[in-house]
């Protein structure tokens, strides 16, 4: 069946670093992907999302980049913060709207 | 900033028991979703709830299972006979449409079910 996978399960970088958290995925069918953050004993909380018709999407502080002829997806969070040490998973649908499919995440670790 | 609530933020219940988890989506939200995650594992899509009705489930979300919004605010997710293999955190999500920029799925905090 369709999953999507992180290519690493950990990444440890200094405050102030740019970060980057890689994901590739297995659906070609696949309109949506979108990017949560997930601090311990919480929700999962969005960051942002794309769609497959762009390739970047910038927001604050982070920019998710889409190559679908990979089919690969990345997270970069610039200026790294302790504030940023979580679980970050990114996830996929046919549709937006319809079911996400998640990957296993990446934790953060970020050292002052 | 509206926020997607549940109830209770965790429950512990015997084998074979019912429990019922309780969602308050974002309000002017359409679009109701079920996930769960096993402790240590990703998160796994249960169901999705639209207009008084089942939109899509997963093989997880099998008749043991069954959600209900009982009036304007609530969304409730049932498991009938609890079994040690539920035992996860159950998120609740909601999201408002389907037109573009308008279907992001808003995660709740969880409720952990603890089925001994």
């Known amino acids: 069946g369709e999953s999507v996978g992180l290519h690493l399960p950990t990444l440890s970088v200094q405050e102030g670093d740019n970060s980057i958290i890689n994901c590739a995925y297995s659906n070609s069918a696949s309109d949506y992907f979108i990017w949560y953050k997930q601090e311990s004993g919480k929700g999962p909380q969005f960051i942002i999302d794309i769609r497959s018709n762009m390739d970047k999407r910038q927001g604050q502080r982070v920019t998710v980049l889409l190559n679908k002829t990979v089919k690969h997806l990345s997270l970069q969070i610039a200026a790294t913060q302790p504030g940023d040490s979580a679980v970050y998973f990114c996830a996929e649908s046919i549709q937006a709207g319809t079911a996400l499919i998640f990957g296993k995440g990446t934790t953060l670790s970020v050292s002052s | 900033e509206p926020e997607v609530t549940q109830t209770p933020s965790h429950q512990v219940t015997q084998m074979g028991q019912e429990v019922i988890l309780r969602c308050v989506p974002i309000s002017n939200h359409l679009y109701f979703y079920w996930y769960r995650q096993i402790l240590g594992q990703k998160v796994e899509f249960l169901v999705s709830?639209?207009?008084?009705?089942?939109?899509?489930k997963s093989e997880i979300f099998d008749d043991q299972f069954s959600v209900e919004r009982p009036d304007g605010s609530n969304f409730t997710l049932k498991i009938r006979s609890t079994k040690l293999e539920d035992s996860a955190m159950y998120f609740c999500?909601?999201?408002?449409?389907?037109?573009?920029?308008?279907?992001?799925?808003?995660f709740g905090p969880g409720t952990r079910l603890t089925v001994l």
């Open positions: 999500a909601s999201s408002s449409s389907l037109e573009r920029g308008a279907d992001t799925q808003y």
């Open positions: 709830f639209y207009n008084n009705e089942i939109s899509e």
